[in-house]
């Protein structure tokens, strides 16, 4: 039997109650995260793409245990459930998992010095409390190195440093502890493109050295097959195509995913068929009893209004949640 994955997600189910007014009380839901699964393995990155609300930092956070999920396992380097961890077991396995987040402005504390920062989560981390200030600060100065800045910055604050040299600063935190997987939701998307390309470069540099596994999220489909071995295409909280990066990118079979490469740049108009109605998504709350993409979909037939398809593997590796062929 082979191994099981580094990670491997299952039935990831994340309702938000809505919040009651002051003279009623609501029951209703927002429906984020509707059964997510997904594996990587070591060294590998899985790119998570899909439109705004489909439920991409909502599965982000449940993986971090930010919030807790209403369902749904997370197996990781051996432990058979994160989820089910209690505090105390699952600080020990935090330096395991960092994260980088969109906006490098908002992510990093404006009154705390670089040394600070980038070392914030070798200090929290178990067994590294003995280390000294100046210890702390040679580390610092390594990890400004390694991301392209300069080491003699541990002194500075982050206003000193551009968008990119943040988002290089957020990724010297992340790597402080030494993590075996880290988070990157929208990485890139709140900087010029001339500076996602490097930030993009720096992460898989750093991948080829250390063998990080990435989640790695974005809306922009060009920007995930770049850095994706696999990629899963989210709709309305649900998993509606996935597989690997190169097969996705040349055999694209759900209508989403098609409608998403068709407004890829360069792209408009590439496909021969109709690609669906660029319309809304879902409304959250009250999900249509079939199929989420019914209302935009091109191809939708009678039984998309009544139920909601499975996802099966449609060639190998390769997986599609459409009664249609494809
Ligand atoms: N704490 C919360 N309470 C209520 N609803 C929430 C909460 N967090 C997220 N949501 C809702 O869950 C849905 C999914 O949001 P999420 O942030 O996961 O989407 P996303 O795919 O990351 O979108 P974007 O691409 O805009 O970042 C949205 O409708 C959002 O409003
Ligand atoms: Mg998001």
């Known amino acids: 039997m082979s191994n099981p994955p580094f990670i491997q997600v299952n039935g990831l189910v994340k309702h938000f109650p809505l919040k009651a007014g002051l003279f009623s009380r609501s029951t209703e839901k927002v429906h984020a995260v509707n059964g997510v699964g997904f594996a990587i393995e070591k060294g590998q990155t899985h790119g998570l793409v899909g439109e705004s609300g489909s ?140 500076i996602q390309s490097q930030i993009l470069n720096l992460l898989l540099d750093i991948q080829q050295a250390t063998g990080i596994s990435y989640l790695f999220i974005a809306h922009n489909l060009a920007v995930v097959f770049y850095l994706s071995d696999y990629v899963s295409v989210m709709y309305a909280g649900r998993i509606v195509e996935a597989g690997p990066s190169r097969v996705l990118s040349l055999r694209a079979r759900h209508p989403y995913t098609k409608l998403l490469l068709d407004a890829m740049p360069g792209n408009r108009g590439a496909q021969r068929e109709p690609t669906g109605d660029a319309g809304e998504p879902p409304n959250l709350i009250r999900l249509p009893a079939g199929c989420a993409f019914y209302s935009r979909c091109p191809r939708r037939g009678e039984q998309c209004a009544r139920e909601v398809p499975a996802l099966r593997e449609v060639e190998s590796s390769h997986f599609m949640a459409c009664f249609e062929q494809g």
């Open 55 to 194: 439920g991409k930092t909502t599965t982000a956070r449940l993986l971090l245990r930010v919030i807790e999920p209403d369902s749904g396992s997370f197996s990781f380097d051996g432990v058979p459930d994160v989820f089910q961890l209690a505090p105390a077991q699952l600080k020990k396995l935090r330096r395991q998992m960092q994260y980088i987040f969109q906006d490098p402005y908002a992510s990093l504390n404006p009154k705390m010095q670089i040394r600070d920062i980038v070392t914030e989560p070798l200090r929290y981390a178990e067994g590294a409390k003995k280390l000294s200030s100046a210890q702390l600060n040679g580390i610092a100065e390594e990890l400004l190195e390694r991301v392209g800045l300069s080491g003699g910055d541990t002194g500075k604050y982050p206003h000193e440093f551009s968008g990119g040299q943040r988002q290089r600063i957020s990724i010297a935190r992340a790597l402080s502890a030494k993590p075996s997987f880290i988070v990157c939701d929208e990485p890139v998307s709140s900087l010029d493109v001339s």
